[in-house]
């Protein structure tokens, strides 16, 4: 799959959304990336998790580790395909940890997934638990990068789709300045 099939997924799901919107990074942008509006179609999420599982057939993997929560759904897909495991990162005490018995094993090679990438924060936040747990990353994989590949894990990063999006500080935002209501999608609850 190229990147241009996947951005016609994406757009057939309704996932690329455009107006002003509140990043759950705090970032303000024009244009959103919507992972729920593929979770809720897996007739098109389902090709994008084979793409990933694809794209890492060859690395390896024994675990897949997805964070809370779109993550899960990925994390499960692609270890389906690639015949191995998965692992869900749950927020706890403003930590992410595997929670209700889950275990990595040291030396297991885990593969890191999620949905969007904008900053890399709940990526960085399962690679640590890979490194407390004594495990092995063997890379990332994403639905899609909103970064344009400007995010470097130190290991090998694969997005279906990667789109190069501006985003602002609030300062910087340029809706904001034209008094352009704001829409706040996303999971962390950042006020507005």
């Known amino acids: 799959m190229n990147n241009d099939e996947a951005l016609q997924l994406f757009e057939r799901a309704g996932a690329l959304l455009r107006g002003h919107f509140k990043l759950s990074s705090g970032l303000h942008s024009a244009e959103y990336l919507e992972k729920f509006r593929l979770v809720e179609r897996p007739d098109l999420l389902e090709p994008m998790c084979e793409e990933l599982a694809r794209r890492f057939a060859s690395a390896g993997v024994e675990i897949v580790l997805g964070p809370t929560t779109a993550g899960i759904i990925l994390a499960y897909n692609v270890a389906r395909i690639l015949g191995v495991e998965a692992r869900y990162a749950e927020q706890e005490a403003g930590e ?97």
């Open 96 to 192: 992410r940890k595997l929670r209700r018995g889950q275990e990595l094993r040291k030396g297991a090679r885990v593969l890191v997934v999620d949905d969007i990438l904008t900053t890399g924060g709940a990526v960085r936040e399962c690679i640590e638990v890979v490194q407390r747990h004594g495990a092995v990353l063997v890379g990332v994989g994403v639905l899609g990068d909103r970064s344009g590949g400007a995010i470097d894990f130190g290991v090998h990063l694969e997005a279906v789709l990667e789109v190069k999006v501006e985003a602002f500080t609030q300062e910087e935002c340029p809706m904001c300045r034209e008094g352009m209501p704001i829409n706040q999608p996303g999971t962390r609850g950042l006020a507005v």
